[in-house]
């Protein structure tokens, strides 16, 4: 199962997008925090999740018997093309891409390639709406068949195959045909500081005391929340680049068992009041999981929002904070769609790494590991 995961410097200069003037505010102060997202859009958005599953590669090159939920997948409508898409973090593919973080070091001449011929594991989807879920016995219910990866940005498009997976069980869930996909809304404008947000994730919760061979966690169904855009910042990224996350935060998150971002909702998105999609997501901070070092995190990450957003995210109202990549527009959505079938040799990537002049965390599923 994939966890969240990404390297983050605690005091590295982070710098949002736009600086706001004047004393930091509280996320209910500003412009945009009565606008409320519709019940149309919270539906679209919860019916079109889906679980990323995965399973090894027989030697033989023969389908598996055993399936685990990878990531969280959002099935989409791309204008002008056919077949069936869907989203996803690129982090979730670290097996086949030799990068942990999702940021690929494409090699020159590509903008974008397909991973889908790596040699360590099968991928599908599964619906995220059933009961089945959280069966031993996974399978998925379509196959995928291209994942197009592309330079510095943690997101995967998905090209689902027409045929349908073998040996489904009778109660997997709603077929391939009954899952809607939303439409594709690259980022075209950027959302209001303030406006609410409908997050949602097919999370994994931790059985307490569970030890192996017995399950370690438990999938849950789609879980959804609300939330408040906060703003878009740059994280400092190795060769001197930037990668931007729309950051989002989340009341009443108490535990792992209301929290839409928690492990395993890595690629899953949000919608705005406005109707826009944010994702895939990339980066969770709550001072309430694994270990102390997280807690330093989220308390350097709050500096840092409200040195660069001028926001006072206060903890204990928001407990969690969700960091989604910034969705290509349709433009460059076209880079990812033409790299199915340009196959990239197994681990072609450097890993990212972010560097400053303090420690290194990183968000992962025992909590934040020092790599000083």
């Given at each position: ?141 379509a196959m995928i068949e291209g994942i197009s990866i592309g330079r510095h940005k943690d997101m995967a498009l998905l090209k689902i195959a027409d045929r349908v997976a ?182 072609t990537s450097t890993p990212t790494n972010y560097r400053g002049v303090s420690h290194l965390y990183k968000v992962g599923e025992h909590g934040l590991i020092s790599e000083?």
């Amino acid at each position: 199962m994939q966890r969240l995961s990404r390297l983050i410097t605690v005091k590295a200069p982070v710098h949002s997008v736009e600086t706001a003037p004047g004393a930091p505010v509280a996320p209910e102060q500003l412009p945009g925090y009565q606008r409320q997202v519709s019940e149309k859009l919270k539906a679209e958005l919860r019916n079109s999740t889906v679980a990323l599953l995965a399973a090894t590669k027989r030697p033989d090159g023969s389908m598996p018997d055993r399936w685990g939920k990878q990531c969280t997948a959002v099935m989409v409508k791309v204008p002008g093309y056919q077949s069936p898409l869907a989203v996803t973090a690129a982090h979730c593919f670290s097996q086949e891409t030799g990068s942990e973080f999702g940021l690929l070091n494409i090699p020159t001449g590509h903008k974008a390639l397909d991973f889908i011929k790596g040699d360590t594991s099968w991928y599908g989807l599964g619906d995220s709406s059933n009961e089945y879920l959280a069966s031993q016995n996974l399978q998925p219910l379509a196959m995928i068949e291209g994942i197009s990866i592309g330079r510095h940005k943690d997101m995967a498009l998905l090209k689902i195959a027409d045929r349908v997976a073998s040996s489904i069980p009778p109660n997997h869930g709603r077929s391939l045909a009954e899952i809607p996909a939303i439409e594709y809304r690259g980022m075209s404008q950027r959302p209001l500081p303030g406006e609410r947000v409908t997050l949602a994730g097919v999370t994994a919760i931790p059985i307490p005391d569970a030890a192996p061979p017995a399950p370690t966690n438990r999938n849950k169904l789609v879980q959804v929340n609300d939330g408040v855009y906060l703003g878009r910042i740059k994280l400092p990224e190795a060769g001197g680049d930037f990668n931007q996350l729309d950051l989002v935060a989340v009341p009443n998150t108490h535990g792992a068992e209301d929290d839409p971002c928690y492990w395993g909702a890595s690629g899953s998105m949000a919608i705005t009041a406005g109707g826009q999609l944010l994702g895939p997501l990339s980066l969770i901070s709550n001072p309430n999981y694994y270990q102390s070092s997280d807690r330093i995190f989220d308390r350097e990450l709050r500096l840092l929002i409200r040195d660069d957003l001028h926001l006072k995210v206060n903890n204990h109202a928001y407990p969690t904070i969700c960091g989604f990549s910034v969705m290509p527009k349709m433009t460059d959505l076209q880079a990812d769609l033409a790299a199915f079938g340009d196959f990239a040799p197994s681990r072609t990537s450097t890993p990212t790494n972010y560097r400053g002049v303090s420690h290194l965390y990183k968000v992962g599923e025992h909590g934040l590991i020092s790599e000083s």
